[in-house]
């Protein structure tokens, strides 16, 4: 970032010296480092927790995408009063970098230009140490997707195995886990009242390294045996996943070496008085200003809304329950209203809010209706295998507040663009009708993953019966309308349980249904999943069956071409998959087109066509 400075600088927080003698600072409270550019809105974490901490009177500074081989970069703005919040950035650094095949990606949405290379790998582990050299002694705070999902010994799959708890090799002095706006926040009010940062032993949310004993933990496999044993490795996932839930959970212990960590019970939700608060703060919702290239993440965000947190879906393979938790944190509707206006008024608004929406966009007030069960539930999805009893599914909250939006005088589009749970879809019947004739762009994204039923028992979303009955409703309902509109499937190629026989069930089923899908999710092991949990180990944790692995290099591409079956470069790959199979008897069918020219003329093909890109 270069430092030109000016009035525009001022009303953000500072990122060099200068900008904090602009602000009449001589010293900072805390530093904020990330691996993202600095952007001032709060669909970007650093900037959200920074703005809390200010309003709470604490001097913030942002160090964004510093060279971590140059101490001097650390030091440029002084040695703050009280600590280091250290994080990755949005994305875990690993994921940001490497692909599936573990190839280098060419870009990075986070930085300035998109370019790759502005933060190095495991970055939390490099600007920790680099902090440690450049201020010795300073309290360091690690947080954000990377530390959170690596709290525990953990399975790594571009090293292909299982490393150490990312505070152990960090050498930080406390962990954050999960949304951190509570535990920070103590963090740092008990270090300004001078308590020494290795008192802090019991805040909700948080990790710590003790040689001492530790009353009423849930000792789970050390790192020595979860990382020689598949069966340890399994079962600390199952004791850990047994120590969710915020509201009855006990801290978990695992030993590495003779030192123990603690990993204390993860924070309660915030309510939504709190959330409303958050999102009142004064984001400048831009790039700091010093930036000259355009920032791929804002652009695509930088109109949008985010209406809650939290998804009680549950999937095998994603991290948002992890992070986030399982419980619906809902803004008020006029918290979401005083948004829009603050949207409206910057310059370059056209009336088109780009998102409203969530982990799962259909999820907005949603919660469980059995507060006392609720407390001690120790199920991982609300709707898998099947819709909880206990759970809310009244779509009038979401319906009211899209419609308020709608009627914004300032607001001519209000779209959702997050995902939504087409499982949910049917006890929603009004917010689904909404949704189809005001609030998609043309384009609705859904998840599937597979339809093959063996497939999605081990994601542990619903099977292809369910998305059928979603797709004709979903299709029937837009035709009604007379609208285009066509639908984005996510689906996942070589995730744990799926084999070449079952991958051409699915290029069967799409073709059935007229699906095509343009550019295909390789699964990859992200840590703290359970489906990178079952990568690792070969079964399942909590039911011991041995799950089907595709490791080799070629089954991952014979399963992705399947699913790319309507391109003609695919039709090699997927003629060695038939004949792998012994099924070359259905080639004919597979490849013979559907999607004439002379059809697609005709407007249920145009409205049936779909596409997806991921």
Request: hydrophobic share 35%; with cysteine; charged share 25%.
């Amino acid at each position: 970032m270069t430092h030109n400075h000016n009035q525009n600088t001022l009303a953000f927080l500072p990122t060099c010296s200068a900008e904090m003698a602009a602000k009449g600072w001589k010293e900072l409270d805390i530093l904020f480092i990330s691996g993202d550019a600095y952007i001032d809105h709060p669909a970007f974490g650093t900037a959200l927790l920074a703005r809390l901490l200010e309003s709470h009177g604490f001097r913030v500074g942002i160090l964004a995408q510093p060279d971590w081989r140059n101490p001097q970069v650390f030091r440029s703005m002084g040695r703050p009063r009280l600590f280091a919040a250290i994080s990755a950035g949005a994305m875990d650094s690993m994921v940001n970098h490497y692909t599936a095949a573990k190839k280098i990606r060419r870009n990075d949405a986070y930085t300035p230009g998109g370019i790759s290379g502005k933060r190095p790998n495991r970055a939390v582990i490099a600007y920790t140490a680099a902090v440690k050299g450049a201020l010795k002694g300073l309290p360091t705070v690690i947080g954000g997707i990377e530390a959170s999902l690596r709290r525990l010994a953990h399975y790594d799959y571009w090293s292909d195995k299982v490393r150490r708890s990312i505070l152990i090799d960090s050498k930080a002095d406390l962990l954050i886990y999960g949304m951190a706006e509570s535990a920070l926040l103590e963090i740092a009010q008990r270090l300004k009242s001078g308590e020494p940062v290795a008192n802090l032993k019991e805040i909700k949310g948080t990790a710590f390294v003790t040689a001492e004993e530790k009353d009423d933990t849930i000792e789970i496999p050390s790192f020595e045996q979860v990382s020689e044993s598949a069966e340890a490795y399994n079962l600390a996932f199952k004791l850990a996943s047994e120590q969710e839930n915020p509201f009855s959970a006990k801290p978990l212990e695992q030993r590495h070496g003779h030192r123990k960590l603690i990993i204390n019970p993860p924070s309660l939700p915030l309510s939504t008085a709190e959330l409303d608060h958050i999102y009142s703060l004064p984001y400048l919702r831009k790039p700091h200003s010093n930036y000259t290239e355009k920032i791929p993440a804002f652009e695509q965000i930088r109109n949008s809304i985010t209406s809650h947190r939290g998804c009680f879906g549950g999937c095998a393979f994603c991290a948002i329950t992890h992070h986030q938790g399982k419980t619906i944190q809902s803004r008020s509707p006029e918290s979401i209203l005083q948004e829009i206006e603050a949207i409206s008024s910057q310059d370059g608004f056209h009336g088109t809010i780009s998102d409203v929406g969530g982990p799962t966009a259909n999820m907005y007030g949603l919660g469980c209706g059995n507060l006392k069960a609720e407390k001690n539930c120790q199920r991982a999805s609300c709707l898998f295998p099947d819709i909880c009893k206990n759970l809310m599914t009244d779509d009038q909250p979401a319906t009211r507040l899209l419609e308020m939006i709608r009627r914004h005088k300032k607001i001519k589009h209000a779209f959702v663009a997050s995902g939504i749970r087409y499982d949910l879809l049917h006890l929603q019947k009004q917010y689904f009708s909404d949704l189809l004739q005001y609030h998609i762009s043309g384009l609705l994204k859904v998840a599937p993953e597979s339809t093959s039923n063996k497939v999605t028992r081990v994601m542990r979303k619903p099977g292809a019966q369910v998305f059928t009955h979603f797709l004709e409703q979903f299709r029937h309902k837009s035709l009604e309308l007379g609208l285009r509109q066509t639908i984005v499937p996510y689906l996942i190629s070589s995730h744990p349980g799926c084999t070449v026989n079952d991958m051409i069930e699915v290029a069967l089923y799409l073709k059935q249904h007229q699906l095509k899908v343009e550019q295909v999710q390789d699964f990859t092991p992200t840590p703290g999943s359970l489906s990178t949990c079952i990568y690792h180990t070969g079964k399942d944790p909590f039911s011991g069956q041995k799950v089907h692995i595709p490791r080799s290099t070629k089954e991952r591409r014979l399963q992705k071409a399947l699913l790319l079956y309507h391109l003609p470069e695919s039709k090699t790959d997927i003629l060695e998959a038939l004949q792998m199979c012994k099924r070359e008897d259905i080639a004919k069918n597979l490849f013979n087109d559907h999607h004439s020219q002379k059809r697609h003329k005709r407007p249920q093909r145009k409205h049936n066509q779909v596409t997806a890109k991921k």
